[in-house]
Every structure is written in C-alpha cells, then in structure tokens.
C-alpha cells in the first residue's frame, strides 16, 4: 500500500490546484453565496473544460476513467476553497450511479452533457432525522409501474440538478432515476450551516416505470453510492481543514504579542500540532479507504473509521484554527469561519461519528462473533 502520488495524479492535483486558486478566491466565494442558488457557473464550466467533472467517470460516459483515488485529489482542492459547485453529486451521488448502473438507454438519456457541465444529477439517499440512511420510498404497484411516495432530505444540488437519483420499494429494493419535474415531486429548498442550498424533496405517489429502474440490487447499489459519497465528503474535509490549518499558522506567525510572534507561544504550538495531527489521521484513513475501493476490497471498516475521523478530527481542527485566530476568528465575515461552517455541515452529511463509531463497533464485534 503506497500512498505516494505518481506523476499523473500530482499533475491532476496541479490542474485542480490552479483552477479552484484562480477562480474560487474569497471573494469570488462571498459573490456566490449571496445569489440564490449559491452555484459558481462559470468555476463549473472550467471544471469541465479541464475534464475534472467526469475524473471518476469511465470514458464510454466521456469522463477521464480514473479512480476513487483520483477523485478524492480534486475533491480536497475544493475543500481547500470552499468552491459552491456541486462536484459531489456528480463524483459520487447521482450520475456515477447512472453510469455504473444504468442501461444503455438510461445513460445515453441522462449522461449526456454531464461533463460538459450542461447537465447536473443528484442523489437523494438521507431519510428524515432518527431513519436508516438507506430507507426507500414506498412502492404501490399501479399498471407497469409504481407510485412511490416519502420523503429524502439534506439533497445536494436539488435546485439546479434535473433529476435525482434514489431508492424506491417496487419489485423489492431497488434505485430509480426521477426527473425533478416529475408530478407528485415538491422540491423545497433551505440554506444549510455551510451556506449551501440543499433540498427537502416530498413523493407524493411518483410515477416510477421499470424503465426508470437501474440494474441490479438496491441494497447493494445504495451501499456503493454510500461508500463513494463519505469518501469524498472525507476528502473535502482533509481541504478544509488543511487550508484552516494553513490559514491559522500564517496568522500566529505575523501576528505578534509582547516583542514575538504568537507562534513562539509553547500553548499556541501544542493546538497547531495536534490541529495537524490531526489532519494527518483524516489524511491517513481517508486515502486507505479510498485506495480499497479502487481495489475492491472490503470497505466495512476503512468507511466509517475514514469518516469518524473527518467528522471528529475535522471539527477539532475547524474549532482549533478559530481560537489560534482569536478575536478575528469569531468574525463570521473572516474566511476562517466559512471552514468551520463547512467542516460542521461535512461531519454529519451521511452519518456522524457517533453513527460511524456504532457501525464500525458493530462490524468488529460481528467478525469476532
């Protein structure tokens, strides 16, 4: 297992790098948050342009055909600049589901112009407060379809995307392809802590056919997107709290404090390095559960300790870089602040950690039984 980048991914990393430093600056970032949508259009037409859009889509579906590995790369460069552009959805949530799982007919409809950023998907896999994340709406049989009703919440990109991806009950579990205009479907959409728009979605007895059906198991389906989905929130976890922790040593290094910089100070020392050990064990899991997919093995374990580790270390060092910030630090208009808002909203997307450190608990005690 050797975790150093080789020259195709450093010079991927680099790609991602220059683009999201150029045109997801500060102020850039502001801009957008205060439009309704809060999408940067113009940072997404250039995600495309370069090819990242499509980094873990196979070539058949005009993405790059890389891995996991390679997604995360660019993932975490958007964390690094808190970039509104909803690169999740597509790496992991909605159109990689299509394309692992879809027909021939079902990824030539809704495939197209996905890397060209003319076409958004989404997933919509989180059940209200207290259900199983895995939960599908209810089916009830009528003609050569179902209707399928309940509801999904906390969907990314729900406001631009033009269908959405989720598990329904028809003919056992299984995962359906719904346009966001079907009839039945009310998309309500709220800002979230990290200033994203994200979406209540309601089925009130949708109309799903089989052809709106992927191929194969639901269960097994929705367990792959959720894997892929936590992985790469871990990913934009590690950019957060890598550029926090950047942002936050510059800070103690000119900031001075009776004749020396703050950074001299033995307390102020301790927080910034267990903040960066801490992001080296986000680091550390993060690329061996990422590596493991890419390699198809098994997952059980590396998922939820990855994402135990982003969502309880990721706060920490998030908490951490705004008390090293002092008094700026609790200025909710400082970029510092904009990390923590996005690291908070990050560590309970698809489950806490108190949610991974229970499924990871149950895993070992099941091997051990």
């Known amino acids: 297992m050797d975790f150093d980048l080789t020259d195709d991914q450093q010079a991927l990393c680099g ?3 220059r683009i999201f430093g150029d045109l997801a600056s500060t102020d850039r970032v502001a801009e957008v948050e205060a439009t309704d949508d809060r999408f ?7 995600l495309a342009e370069a090819g990242l859009i499509g980094v873990a889509l196979p070539e058949r579906d005009g993405g790059l ?3 996991m590995v390679e997604a995360c790369l660019v993932l975490e460069q958007q964390g690094r600049r808190v970039a509104p552009v909803p690169l999740l959805a597509v790496t992991a949530l909605g159109a990689w589901a299509i394309s692992a799982h879809g027909s021939d007919a079902q990824r030539a409809r809704w495939l197209e112009g996905i890397t060209e950023g003319s076409r958004i998907l989404t997933g919509a896999w989180t059940d209200p407060a207290g259900a199983d994340l895995s939960q599908p709406l209810t089916g009830v049989a009528e003609g050569t379809g179902w209707r399928v009703s309940g509801t999904k919440v ?3 990109a729900a406001g631009v995307a033009e269908a959405v991806v989720v598990p329904v009950d028809t003919d056992g579990h299984r995962v359906a392809i719904v346009p966001t205009d079907a009839e039945g479907l009310t998309v309500t959409l709220a800002e979230t802590t990290s200033r994203e728009i994200r979406g209540a979605l309601e089925f009130d007895a949708v109309m799903v056919e089989p052809e709106d059906l992927l191929e194969g198991d639901g269960d097994r389906i929705t367990q792959e997107v959720l894997d892929r989905a936590r992985i790469g929130i871990c990913a934009m976890v590690l950019g957060c709290c890598e550029e926090a922790l950047a942002m936050a040593a510059t800070h103690v290094s000119e900031r001075e404090q009776f ?3 703050l950074s001299t100070n033995q307390g102020v020392a301790i927080q910034a390095a267990d903040a960066a050990i801490d992001t080296d064990g986000i680091r550390v899991t993060l690329q061996q559960a990422a ?3 890419d390699n198809g093995l098994d997952l059980s ?3 939820p300790t990855a994402k135990w580790w982003a969502a309880e270390a990721g706060q920490r060092v998030v908490v951490t870089t705004q008390h090293l910030h002092g008094g700026t630090g609790a200025d909710i208009s400082h ?3 904009r990390y923590f808002l996005w690291v908070l909203q990050l560590a309970d997307s698809l489950g806490g950690a108190g949610a991974h450190l229970a499924r990871l608990g149950s895993t070992i005690v099941d091997r051990a039984s």
């Open 15 to 17: 790609l991602a790098e």
């Open 40 to 46: 940067d259009r113009s940072l997404w037409e250039a």
């Open 65 to 67: 055909g890389l891995g």
């Open 154 to 156: 906390a969907v990314p």
């Open 259 to 261: 004749g020396r910089p």
């Open 291 to 293: 590596w493991r997919l």
């Open 301 to 303: 374990q590396a998922v």
């Open 335 to 337: 970029p510092a602040h």
